[in-house]
């Protein structure tokens, strides 16, 4: 099939490559021109694990190709899928502009049929407004899909080629076998693929996402109360984890949820539903919840160094909002820094492949190193705020050889609090007794 993907970011660049890998031939777009060289350039502007295999594949195949001439992108495609941001709004909704003017853009150039599948994250009733739109501007006709994106960040090629389920929202016949027709390869293994109305899919996107935020924000209370009781959330975690009605997964505590989807979409189905004048408590909670566990984090600290951190040398180890990525979209790390900065700390910082995001934010107020060692050098504490692989089995002789104290505040549970105590850290995770060295 002949496909078009608007908007190239994490999103976009991964699913236009992975339709493409399954034979179809796919045009990106995108509006940032430096984006669209480097990528015609061979070069990928993210870091995404196993994208580049693909990506080089494919476009050497000559079915993967990058444009910021929309016309030309859609005007032989069949399917044009939507990628858009939905960044957080003034009032926290998703703002719809990008999608809407997009939508616009596209009903203005094309000359026949075409299926416009929204891939972006949007409210409840945003297919019908994109309808709308659309066609106030083109007597062509088209139908509007909803097929919101469930990939995470880190693997999200392994994601996109074995989706759990593929969801897809639409009233149109064509539009559903042509979609199941693209959809076919990537759940040979049985996985569903789940058509239902436009309106259900957009909000199954919301759901998911905020039941998972709920279950992080349930998590990091239990852990609270954990360091208040004396119990250990990392024995509690896998005691209810192992009950099959709750699962083993997403219930590890650390310093709160970051990213460019969970905050935002939570923030924005609260919306909704403060909209529709529905009092969504538990959604509310999550958000508080969320916000204040990065704040007990930074009090660890703060209380061990008696509120005076002016000038100290503080390392911090893991900047992404999550491991395996680059993306730094509402990341604990950027609120801890700023928070750090604020009161006075020297901030120094390692990331296998955030620095860069990171330095573009702050300059020269966070000094980055070149390894995970480098950073430690003369440093009163360590802060670990994204559980990166290779952090979990260091060389403890080289930390404590570099590191000024021993003293680390671990906000992923990375580390286990026995061996802390037997290396002779001081150590302070999430929801486990502290050790003191
Ligand atoms: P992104 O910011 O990484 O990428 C968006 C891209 O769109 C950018 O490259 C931008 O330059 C481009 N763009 C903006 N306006 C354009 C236009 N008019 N024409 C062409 N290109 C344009 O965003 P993302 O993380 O890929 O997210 C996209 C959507 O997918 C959001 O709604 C998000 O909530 C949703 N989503 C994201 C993830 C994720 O893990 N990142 C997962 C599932 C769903």
């Given at each position: 099939?002949?496909?078009?993907?608007?908007?190239?970011?994490?999103?976009?660049l991964v699913?236009?490559?992975?339709?493409?890998?399954?034979?179809?031939?796919v045009?990106?777009?995108?509006?940032?021109l430096?984006?669209?060289?480097?990528?015609?350039?061979?070069?990928?502007?993210?870091?995404?694990?196993?994208?580049?295999?693909?990506?080089?594949?494919?476009?050497?195949k000559?079915?993967?190709?990058?444009?910021?001439?929309?016309e030309?992108?859609?005007?032989?495609?069949?399917?044009?899928?939507?990628?858009?941001?939905?960044?957080?709004?003034?009032?926290?909704?998703?703002?719809?502009s990008?999608?809407?003017?997009?939508?616009?853009?596209?009903?203005?150039?094309?000359?026949?049929?075409?299926v416009?599948?929204?891939k972006?994250?949007?409210?409840?009733?945003?297919?019908?407004?994109?309808?709308?739109?659309?066609?106030?501007?083109?007597?062509?006709?088209?139908?509007?899909?909803?097929?919101?994106?469930?990939?995470?960040?880190?693997?999200?090629?392994?994601?996109?080629?074995?989706?759990?389920?593929?969801?897809?929202?639409?009233?149109?016949?064509?539009?559903?076998?042509?979609?199941?027709?693209?959809?076919?390869?990537?759940?040979?293994?049985?996985?569903?693929?789940?058509?239902?109305d436009?309106?259900?899919?957009?909000?199954?996107?919301?759901?998911a996402?905020?039941?998972?935020?709920?279950?992080?924000?349930?998590?990091?209370?239990?852990?609270?109360?954990?360091?208040?009781?004396?119990?250990?959330?990392?024995?509690?975690?896998?005691?209810?984890?192992?009950?099959?009605?709750?699962?083993?997964?997403?219930?590890?505590?650390?310093?709160?949820?970051?990213?460019?989807?969970?905050?935002?979409?939570?923030?924005?189905?609260?919306?909704?539903?403060?909209?529709?004048?529905?009092?969504?408590?538990?959604?509310?909670?999550?958000?508080?919840?969320?916000?204040?566990?990065?704040?007990?984090?930074?009090?660890?600290?703060?209380?061990?160094?008696?509120?005076?951190?002016?000038?100290?040398?503080?390392?911090?180890?893991?900047?992404a909002?999550?491991?395996?990525?680059?993306?730094?979209?509402?990341?604990?790390?950027?609120?801890?820094i700023?928070?750090?900065?604020?009161?006075?700390?020297?901030?120094?910082?390692?990331?296998?492949?955030?620095?860069?995001?990171?330095?573009?934010?702050?300059?020269?107020?966070?000094?980055?190193?070149?390894?995970?060692?480098?950073?430690?050098k003369?440093a009163?504490?360590?802060?670990?705020?994204?559980?990166?692989?290779?952090?979990?089995s260091?060389?403890?002789?080289?930390?404590?050889?570099?590191?000024?104290?021993?003293?680390?505040?671990?906000g992923?549970?990375?580390?286990?609090?026995?061996?802390?105590?037997?290396?002779?850290?001081?150590?302070?995770?999430?929801?486990?007794?502290?050790?003191?060295?």
């Open positions: 099939m002949k496909l078009a993907v608007i908007g190239t970011g994490y999103v976009g699913t236009g490559t992975c339709f493409s890998e399954t034979g179809n031939d045009t990106c777009v995108d509006i940032d430096e984006k669209v060289k480097r990528l015609q350039q061979g070069e990928i502007p993210i870091f995404e694990p196993g994208l580049d295999l693909i990506f080089h594949r494919n476009v050497s000559g079915r993967l190709h990058f444009t910021s001439d929309l030309k992108a859609i005007t032989d495609a069949q399917i044009i899928f939507l990628a858009l941001p939905t960044p957080p709004g003034a009032d926290h909704s998703a703002d719809l990008f999608v809407l003017s997009a939508a616009e853009q596209i009903s203005k150039l094309i000359t026949s049929y075409k416009i599948v929204d972006s994250t949007v409210p409840v009733g945003t297919s019908e407004k994109v309808r709308e739109v659309m066609s106030q501007h083109t007597n062509i006709p088209f139908d509007v899909v909803s097929n919101p994106e469930f990939l995470r960040e880190g693997v999200a090629v392994e994601d996109f080629l074995k989706p759990d389920r593929v969801v897809i929202g639409t009233s149109s016949d064509t539009a559903r076998k042509w979609m199941e027709q693209l959809y076919e390869p990537f759940v040979r293994q049985g996985n569903p693929i789940i058509f239902m436009e309106r259900s899919a957009e909000m199954t996107k919301y759901a996402n905020a039941y998972l935020a709920t279950k992080i924000s349930f998590m990091n209370e239990i852990a609270n109360l954990c360091e208040l009781t004396g119990a250990d959330v990392d024995k509690v975690r896998i005691g209810i984890g192992s009950d099959t009605r709750i699962g083993k997964r997403f219930l590890f505590p650390g310093v709160g949820f970051g990213g460019s989807c969970f905050p935002k979409d939570v923030m924005a189905l609260a919306k909704t539903a403060k909209d529709n004048a529905y009092d969504f408590r538990i959604l509310n909670a999550v958000i508080e919840v969320n916000k204040n566990q990065r704040e007990f984090f930074l009090q660890k600290v703060t209380k061990f160094f008696k509120g005076d951190l002016q000038s100290k040398k503080i390392a911090i180890w893991g900047l909002f999550k491991p395996n990525t680059d993306d730094i979209r509402e990341a604990p790390a950027v609120y801890i700023n928070d750090l900065l604020a009161l006075g700390v020297e901030v120094h910082a390692y990331d296998p492949e955030a620095m860069e995001n990171v330095a573009k934010r702050f300059g020269n107020q966070v000094q980055f190193a070149e390894d995970q060692y480098e950073v430690l003369d009163e504490a360590l802060i670990i705020i994204t559980e990166w692989s290779e952090f979990r260091p060389d403890f002789e080289k930390m404590s050889s570099y590191l000024k104290s021993k003293v680390i505040f671990d992923r549970n990375v580390f286990s609090v026995d061996d802390m105590r037997e290396k002779g850290f001081y150590y302070e995770s999430i929801g486990r007794l502290t050790v003191h060295a």
